[in-house]
């Protein structure tokens, strides 16, 4: 097994803030209304499929048909995606930076959809641009922490599992990277990452 010398990121609330309220605190003015529209129409749940690689004109047109009433709101959810993301998590890019000055491979593993994906990707080329390669689940149709998506990762990445870190905010995928022998990190700020990228030794102290 070789020495770490790889980051693989998630990105999604690691490097930037997601979530569809975002998006939908913008187009409905009632704290109510909106709350209930989240937990019933446009759930986590239901975007996962754009995730796992389904399109969005099958998965509105099947919202729809529920949810008549709110097809325009539903409608918004493809074109306007990238207003559900909410900026940059404070500091991630800077280590990005940081990381790539110091030589160090930068990749990620993402649970993104293959149709929103290139128009966000495009929006941040000062970041992405810094990335040797990004997996995305809606291109593979596999989704972490489904093993396989960090298998075809690491092939892809030419990385064996002990020679990278991985950085992801949801433990259910942290436990899939390291049961597979990657040494993993539960991002909960960049403080605690930077220490835990220090300690790998890719960084200096």
């Known amino acids: 097994m070789g ?5 693989i990121f998630d ?3 690691v490097l930037f803030h997601w979530h569809p309220r975002f998006l939908y605190e913008r187009l409905i003015g009632d704290d109510r209304a909106l709350a209930a529209f989240l937990d019933e129409v446009v759930t986590l749940d239901w975007h996962f499929q754009h995730d796992a690689g389904r399109d969005f004109a099958e998965t509105s047109a099947e919202l729809t048909a529920r949810y ?13 995606f990238n207003d559900s993301v909410g900026g940059p998590v404070a500091g991630m890019h800077a280590l990005v930076e940081d990381l790539d000055a110091a030589g160090v491979p930068l990749f990620a593993i993402t649970n993104f ?7 966000f990707r495009a929006e941040w080329p000062q970041l992405f641009d810094r990335f040797r390669d990004v997996v995305v689940s809606g ?21 064996e599992p002990g020679e990278a870190v991985f950085v992801d905010d949801n433990a259910a995928n942290v436990a899939g ?27 200096p102290a």
């Open 3 to 7: 020495a770490v010398r790889a980051v």
């Open 11 to 13: 990105i999604g609330n």
């Open 68 to 80: 008549p009433q709110h097809a325009e709101l539903i409608a918004a959810w493809g074109p306007r």
């Open 113 to 119: 959809s293959h149709e929103f994906w290139p128009p």
């Open 139 to 159: 291109d593979e149709k596999r989704v972490k922490p489904d093993p396989a998506i960090y298998n075809l990762a690491l092939a892809r990445f030419g990385l």
């Open 177 to 203: 990277a390291e049961a597979l022998g990657i040494r993993s990190v539960l991002f909960s700020d960049v403080d605690d990452t930077r220490r835990a990228l220090i300690d790998a030794g890719l960084l």
